[in-house]
Nanobody, 118 residues
Framework: QVQVVESGGGSVQAGGSLRLSCAAS????????LGWFRQAPEKEREGVAT???????SYADSVKGRFTLSRDNVEYTLFLQMNSLKPEDTAMYYC????????????WGQGTQVTVSS
């Protein structure tokens, strides 16, 4: 019933852009908030950008001004537009379904790799 599927990752030069997509179901978006997380090799998974019950968005300080969330409510898809990419952004990016009130992650997608070269 709950499913999130990421796509759009790839390799890009520093300063380039990528647009990630998180395809969800109507059930998922009706019961959970969605967010993007990432994990670089040998580093802890960190939150990147999340939505709340009001449709608002929150961003990690490291990506503010560069990453932007948007939604397609007809297709139940959450997008993450990533601009001015840096090598530090290299990571596996995951879309997750979160408890809207606590912010706790409940379900994870398979992940999509983003690699930014110097």
């Amino acid at each position: 019933q709950v499913q999130v599927v990421e796509s759009g990752g790839g390799s890009v030069q520093a300063g380039g852009s990528l647009r990630l997509s998180c395809a969800a179901s109507e059930y998922t978006v009706s019961h959970y908030c969605l967010g993007w997380f990432r994990q670089a090799p040998e580093k802890e998974r960190e939150g990147v950008a999340t939505t709340d019950i009001y449709g608002g968005t929150s961003y990690a300080d490291s990506v503010k001004g560069r990453f932007t969330l948007s939604r397609d409510n007809v297709e139940y898809t959450l997008f993450l537009q990533m601009n001015s990419l840096k090598p530090e952004d290299t990571a596996m990016y995951y879309c997750a379904a979160l408890d809207c009130y606590s912010g706790s992650t409940r379900y994870w997608g398979q992940g999509t790799q983003v690699t930014v070269s110097s």
